[in-house]
């Protein structure tokens, strides 16, 4: 994450900003996602922020939280709550492989740590330059070898960076665009992660939304499905400048359900808990806040919602309403339509964007289930679906499926920011 002048650099760069991509895919490995990510930045066991005591495990776990920041000292409380580990180590290193010594350390600290059921993933690097990817690459390949059943944990940055930051030449976006296409060539990645920041405020406060949250969104949904890779958002839970505002819990809600309909098989929360940011999970005496009660709602909404997924391509996400940019309207010979069709209405910059997004999943390219998502973050919406086949329903809360009463055709009722995941009946 960026802290300090990189994000005064960062915020400068984002009005003007977006991208397309798409990627080969990247080698395929014995490593798997398993249950869907639900990860954070800051917080328990993250580096100058708060220890991972059992206390603020067990109020992560309480929270839906399954993949912890630690380091080697810490796995007896990861094991005691049987979460999962993204290890941190000054030795998980590009230089630990140019000296003996130090190679010699890496090699035990695997040794130590891959055969532990709660092992998961080795944290690397936050944001590299491409021009670090080929040493990364080694990294990656080299814990591969050692370990191939856990991941190696690499950020990306969000398409605002510059040309000198993504360590690429070009115009925008092809910069962006190759910078992600070297990262899957280059380092062939288990998954990938990125962050991208939307809520945003005037100095007279006034709130406005970015302009390039879908654009990023979109790429790297294309770029992970033409790689066969799952892919992690990164989303903004808090404040760290005057600029920038914390989103509600509603507003939590929208980045969370927007991730879903997009594919994204993982979701991360910046913060948790980090100094001198605003709005956060916990306060600084470790309270939980209104959004730490709106996300342990949602994040295990997210994990339900995605297992039931996993067996299935995202094939692609489509706006009705506004059409932000990045976004794509829903073809007029999609399986599920919406009922009436809801016309296209103008974006226009930094305004919200409302309307609904449809996120389409199946196999070989045949879409058999749709996640309906109200991009309205103030207020309730209904909406109607048809397809050519009775629907179904999906229940968080039960984890059941419900058949719509009218077969063909679902009425959906979204909370703010919220949605639904729907099916064609078996």
Same mark, same amino acid.
């Given at each position: 994450?960026?802290?300090?002048?990189?994000?005064?650099?960062?915020?400068?760069?984002?009005?003007?900003?977006?991208?397309?991509?798409?990627?080969?895919?990247?080698?395929?490995?014995?490593?798997?996602?398993?249950?869907?990510?639900?990860?954070?930045?800051?917080?328990p066991g993250y580096p100058g922020a708060l220890p991972l005591?059992?206390?603020?495990?067990?109020?992560?776990?309480?929270?839906?939280?399954?993949?912890?920041?630690?380091?080697?000292?810490?796995? *007896?409380?990861?094991?005691?709550?049987?979460?999962?580990?993204?290890?941190?180590?000054?030795?998980?290193?590009?230089?630990?492989? !140019?000296?003996?010594?130090?190679?010699?350390? $890496?090699?035990?600290?695997? !040794?130590?740590?891959?055969?532990?059921?709660?092992?998961?993933?080795?944290?690397?690097?936050?944001?590299?330059?491409?021009?670090?990817?080929? !040493?990364?690459?080694?990294?990656?390949?080299? $814990?591969?070898? %050692? !370990?191939?059943?856990?991941?190696?944990?690499?950020?990306?940055?969000?398409?605002?960076?510059?040309?000198?930051?993504?360590?690429?030449?070009?115009?925008?976006?092809?910069?962006?665009? @190759?910078?992600?296409?070297?990262?899957?060539?280059?380092?062939?990645?288990?998954?990938?992660?990125?962050?991208?920041?939307?809520?945003?405020?005037? *100095?007279?406060?006034?709130?406005?939304?970015?302009?390039?949250?879908?654009?990023?969104?979109?790429?790297?949904?294309?770029?992970?499905?033409?790689?066969?890779?799952?892919?992690?958002?990164?989303?903004?839970?808090?404040?760290? @400048?005057?600029?920038? %505002?914390?989103?509600?819990?509603?507003?939590?809600?929208?980045?969370?359900?927007?991730?879903?309909?997009?594919?994204?098989? @993982?979701?991360?929360?910046?913060?948790?808990?980090? *100094?001198?940011?605003?709005?956060?999970?916990?306060?600084?005496?470790?309270?939980?806040?209104?959004?730490?009660?709106?996300?342990?709602?949602?994040?295990?909404?997210?994990?339900?919602?995605?297992?039931? $997924?996993?067996?299935?391509?995202?094939?692609?996400?489509?706006?009705?309403?506004?059409?932000?940019?990045?976004?794509?309207?829903?073809?007029?010979?999609?399986?599920?339509?919406?009922?009436?069709?809801?016309?296209?209405?103008?974006?226009?910059?930094?305004?919200?964007?409302?309307?609904?997004?449809?996120?389409?999943?199946?196999?070989?390219?045949?879409?058999?289930? @749709?996640?309906?998502?109200?991009?309205?973050?103030?207020?309730?919406?209904?909406?109607?679906?048809?397809?050519?086949?009775?629907?179904?329903?999906?229940?968080?809360?039960?984890?059941?499926?419900?058949?719509?009463?009218?077969?063909?055709?679902?009425?959906?009722?979204?909370?703010?920011?919220?949605?639904?995941?729907? %099916?064609?009946?078996?």
């Amino acid at each position: 994450m960026r802290t300090g002048n990189e994000i005064l650099v960062v915020a400068a760069l984002v009005l003007c900003m977006g991208a397309l991509i798409g990627g080969p895919a990247g080698a395929g490995q014995s490593w798997t996602i398993g249950e869907p990510i639900v990860g954070y930045w800051g917080g328990p066991g993250y580096p100058g922020a708060l220890p991972l005591t059992a206390a603020y495990a067990k109020q992560l776990k309480d929270g839906g939280w399954n993949l912890v920041h630690c380091t080697e000292a810490d796995i *007896p409380v990861v094991n005691e709550f049987g979460m999962r580990m993204l290890l941190r180590d000054p030795l998980i290193a590009p230089q630990s492989l !140019d000296n003996p010594q130090t190679k010699g350390l $890496l090699d035990a600290l695997v !040794d130590r740590v891959k055969d532990n059921p709660n092992m998961y993933m080795y944290y690397l690097v936050d944001e590299p330059s491409s021009k670090l990817f080929p !040493d990364y690459a080694r990294l990656v390949a080299y $814990l591969r070898e %050692r !370990d191939p059943k856990h991941a190696a944990y690499i950020d990306l940055f969000p398409t605002y960076a510059s040309n000198e930051m993504l360590g690429e030449t070009g115009e925008f976006p092809l910069a962006y665009k @190759a910078y992600v296409n070297d990262f899957i060539n280059i380092i062939k990645p288990d998954f990938i992660s990125y962050d991208n920041y939307h809520f945003f405020k005037t *100095p007279e406060n006034v709130s406005y939304d970015a302009n390039w949250y879908f654009q990023n969104l979109a790429l790297i949904r294309q770029a992970a499905s033409d790689a066969n890779l799952p892919f992690m958002n990164i989303i903004q839970c808090s404040s760290w @400048a005057p600029h920038v %505002r914390v989103p509600t819990p509603k507003e939590f809600r929208w980045l969370v359900y927007t991730s879903i309909a997009y594919g994204a098989q @993982a979701t991360c929360q910046y913060v948790y808990y980090y *100094p001198e940011h605003a709005g956060n999970m916990v306060d600084k005496d470790g309270n939980p806040t209104e959004l730490y009660f709106e996300a342990q709602k949602t994040n295990f909404e997210f994990i339900s919602i995605v297992k039931q $997924l996993k067996d299935l391509k995202s094939l692609g996400a489509y706006h009705a309403g506004i059409i932000p940019p990045g976004g794509t309207p829903l073809p007029s010979n999609s399986v599920f339509q919406f009922v009436p069709k809801i016309p296209q209405r103008e974006y226009v910059l930094n305004q919200q964007v409302t309307g609904f997004v449809m996120g389409l999943f199946g196999n070989n390219g045949q879409a058999t289930s @749709a996640v309906v998502v109200n991009l309205d973050y103030r207020n309730f919406k209904s909406i109607s679906i048809s397809a050519p086949a009775d629907i179904e329903v999906f229940n968080t809360g039960s984890n059941k499926w419900t058949k719509s009463p009218t077969g063909k055709t679902i009425e959906l009722n979204l909370p703010a920011g919220s949605g639904k995941l729907i %099916r064609l009946v078996k």
